[in-house]
């Protein structure tokens, strides 16, 4: 059997970042990527914090083939009949080091996968791995059709299904209380109007979220995120939600109909769409976090649970580039000690629980079931809408003062027993 | 936009084997809510004239939300064959 240092399962942003942080330190590396080439199987809603990451391959991210640095984020509670955008925009989002950009993960992890091809990382496209090897428990290899390459230690990022991990038994398979799927079109439209539309100064991006009608009460929302030369825009269901619902229709149609509400039909105005994609997404936060190393392998990125939908925030690709880095480290670090067993790596889950990976997720821990609750589609973003609807109105009728309509909304819909109980859930977030 | 035009963007490097397998025995016996029939985001889901659940894998998105949402495990449901399957040019 062939040999090499270390295998990677899978060419999207953790095995990615794991083979550029080994090759970059000499190691002999193979990463097995199924698609015609990296990216060609990945999906991102998308934006990438960058902040979180910027220091750990400082040399990397100045050339990166990001789409656009998010100025403005949109937030637009909808309602029946009546909906609520907040835009918001600071200096320093996208300053001179911008906190978060755009991305469309063709590009992205292709440049990426150049980048550790250049450290010296074999990157191997249209190579699926079939299997996991294992001697006495232990992880030595893969198999990938008739060809059998032993490892000293694998680093399994084989994405958010973790097929290869669950079925040797090293993570649970995925459950759909803790999966949403996410579906998108990528439309293309002239930068001039994507600027003219956001607000944007020229280069500048926007992200922006959409809460309420857009999921008819079910768990998730839409996005929309400015690329230079078009927009990703999507929707992310709870499954469980949805399984449960049938009534709702099929899936995708929502999609359709989201695109034609009368607030973003202006939006998409003129665009021509040119791909449409669909991943599923973990969501179920540092609980279904798995066991990261054992005896030969580690996992890392989807494989290992590592996302995080804060409702206003969402994030996974800066937790899949840190936790490749972070296993690429401790890989290496049990390679100089010559013990690549579960003890030679378990410094690969002390040092994510010490980076803002592990922190960030156990800080969000009761996030997942916070957002379970169908009031924060359904009744919130209409309750926000009908009161700002209230204070803007004029009528027939001599008006009430400011105050006075403004105290009716708020004991009408935000003072009653199910949302004091909300409040309470929420001191949580 | 029909799901089928929306497909149809996309570029699919087509195996000659599915890589999906309904266990029809299953579904017929133990499922109870048929949700691959609404779940699947690019709808591949449906009933042929005999009520036994068809897909056509073709078109798939390899989401996994059919595997993940199949109570009765009536998925045979790996990833296509390396270099096959939906190849992704922007997303």
Known sequence: MEKVDCIVVGGGLAG?????????????????ERGDYAGAKNVTGGRLYVSPIRELYPELWAEAPFERAVAREWITMMGDGAHTTFEVAADRFAGETPQSYTVLRARLDQWLAEKAGEKGAMVVPKMKVDELLRREGRVIGIRAGD???????????????GLLAS??????EPAERDHAVGFKEVIELPPATIEDRWHLNPGEGAAHLFMGAVTK????????????????????????????????????????????MPQIRPLVAGGTVAEYSAHAIAEGGIAQVPRLYG??????????????????????????????????????????????????LAGYEQSLRQSFVLKDLETARHIPRIIENPRLFTHYP????????????IGPQPSRRLVKTLWRGVRKDFLNVATLKDAWQMRKL | MEIDAKLGLDVFKLDKEPHIVVKNEICSTVCVNRACLYVCPADLYELDDQHRIVVNWEGCLECGTCLICCDARALEWTYPRGEFGVQYRMS
């Open chain 1, 295 to 344: 005896d030969g392998y580690v996992l890392a990125g989807d494989t290992a649970g590592l996302s995080l939908n804060a409702l206003v925030t969402v994030r996974g690709m800066d937790f899949a580039i840190a936790s490749g880095y972070h296993a690429a480290q401790a890989v290496l670090a049990a390679k100089k000690a010559g013990d690549c067993s579960a003890a030679g």
């Open chain 1, 147 to 161: 060809d059998e390459i032993g490892a000293d230690v694998t680093v399994i990022a084989e994405g958010v299904l």
């Open chain 1, 217 to 260: 009460g079910m768990l998730g929302g839409g996005f929309l995120y400015t690329n230079k030369e078009s927009i990703s825009l999507g929707l992310v269901v709870g499954m469980a939600a949805l399984k449960q619902d049938p009534d709702q229709g099929k899936c995708f149609s929502l999609l359709d109909e989201f695109k034609e």
């Open chain 1, 16 to 32: 990615l970042s794991a083979a550029y942080g080994l090759a970059s330190a000499g190691l002999e590396v193979m990463v097995l």
């Open chain 1, 382 to 393: 209409q309750a926000v809408s009908r009161l700002l609807e209230s204070v803007f109105t």
């Open chain 1, 167 to 172: 079925g040797a038994g090293l993570r649970a």
